[in-house]
């Protein structure tokens, strides 16, 4: 069946480089794609989403690149902060206000000092 | 803006026993709520979807007789783990929704049965 997939279970990065974590997707149907950060214990908190319309989209400190035509998504996190420590999700939906999330698999970001 | 409150944030409880969870938007209007499982190092697993004032939508190998969700109003949705047994331990995640918004995530509930 149709799947969000990430490549990756764990990253490492030194605190200050620039972090960029890969998901790819396998419905093509899907239009509009959003990440995730999870930190222990919580639920699921926004941090930057993209309809299939744009190939980039930037917020603060994070960027989000979507590539249609090989189904890859990344979120990019520039000058990585120990406070971005957590498990980031991609997920997709199709179009439709109320079309479910599908969730990846979830990469662990981890930032040395 | 857009938050969500989940209460309890945790519970254990004896075998057989049902438990409450509520979900609630605290700014917003809800049009549609989502429940999530989530087992430990894994994804949140979508469990059923929740119009206000409509049966839930739930999930294939989701038992809905199990797993009880009400959504009688647009702020306020419950789930109700009926009989729990030790195999329901999870975490427990809602978000919220209204049009064409990205959904927002409560905190999870983290349910232990003993």
């Known amino acids: 069946g149709e799947s969000v997939g990430l490549h990756l279970p764990t990253l490492s990065v030194q605190e200050g480089d620039n972090s960029i974590i890969n998901c790819a997707y396998s419905?093509?149907?899907?239009?509009?794609f959003i990440w995730y950060k999870q930190e222990s214990g919580k639920g699921p908190q926004f941090i930057i989403d993209?309809?299939?319309?744009?190939d980039k989209r930037q917020g603060q400190r994070v960027t989000v690149l979507l590539n249609k035509t090989v189904k890859h998504l990344s979120l990019q996190i520039a000058a990585t902060q120990p406070g971005d420590s957590a498990v980031y999700f991609c997920?997709?939906?199709?179009?439709?206000?109320?079309?479910?999330?599908?969730f990846g698999k979830g990469i662990t970001l981890s930032v040395r000092p | 803006g857009a938050v969500v409150s989940q209460h309890p944030s945790w519970v254990i409880c004896k075998s057989g026993t049902s438990v409450k969870i509520e979900c609630r938007s605290l700014?917003?209007?809800?049009?549609?709520m989502f429940w999530y499982r989530q087992f430990p190092k894994q994804s949140l697993m979508l469990m059923a979807t929740?119009?206000?004032?409509?049966?839930?939508?739930?999930e294939q190998g989701v038992e809905k007789d199990k797993f009880l969700i009400n959504h009688a109003s647009l702020t306020l949705s419950t789930l109700t783990v009926t009989s729990a047994h030790p195999e329901d331990s999870s975490f427990y995640i809602c978000?919220?929704?209204?049009?064409?918004?990205?959904?927002?995530f409560g905190d999870g509930t983290r349910l232990s049965i003993l």
């Open positions: 929740s119009n206000e004032g409509s049966k839930a939508t739930y």
């Open positions: 700014d917003f209007q809800a049009t549609t």
């Open positions: 993209i309809r299939s319309n744009m």
């Open positions: 997920a997709e939906k199709r179009a439709g206000a109320n079309s479910k999330l599908t």
């Open positions: 419905n093509s149907a899907s239009d509009y």
């Open positions: 978000s919220a929704q209204t049009g064409y918004q990205p959904q927002h």
